[in-house]
């Protein structure tokens, strides 16, 4: 279940996030959504933001590949792993399985974020690990 520490810091995403598609509005490339996204994060908050940030895949003791979503933001102890899509009418299960890989690799206390910025509104939904 979804952590009550995460729902103020995930409010505060979403808000900016629905100002980036306010400003922007549909239908540019996806990284154009992200420098948008980051710009606004890390211009207001006191949370740190990293962009792109390269979580390191483990087998055996050993690191095999990486996995890198679009961003990460930590506030205190609370970690969100966002990933932005240009979509318009929902997410498909492969986004979610996307992220929750994400928050597998992360292995820590972790919630998932997927934004939609295909459509006139922001889409967004919240994924953790079952």
């Known amino acids: 279940m979804l952590a009550e520490k995460y729902l103020p810091l995930l409010g505060k995403i979403i808000r900016h996030a629905r100002r980036v598609q306010r400003e922007l509005g549909p239908g540019h490339p996806e990284l154009l959504y992200h420098r948008a996204l980051l710009h606004e994060l890390r211009g207001s908050g006191d949370w ?20 890198v979503p679009d961003l990460l933001v930590r506030k205190g102890n609370a970690t969100v792993l966002i990933e932005c899509k240009v979509v318009g009418g929902g997410f498909e299960q492969v986004d979610f ?19 939609g910025f295909g459509g006139e509104r922001l889409e967004f939904r919240r994924v953790w690990m079952e």
């Not at 399985?97 to 934004?115: H, I, K, M, S």
Request: hydrophobic share 40%; no cysteine.
């Open 97 to 115: 399985d996307q992220v929750r890989r994400y928050l597998r690799v992360w292995g820590g206390d972790a919630v998932g974020l997927l934004l």
């Open 48 to 67: 740190k933001v990293s962009y792109k940030p390269h979580l390191k895949v483990r087998y055996g003791g050993r690191v095999v590949g990486e996995v």
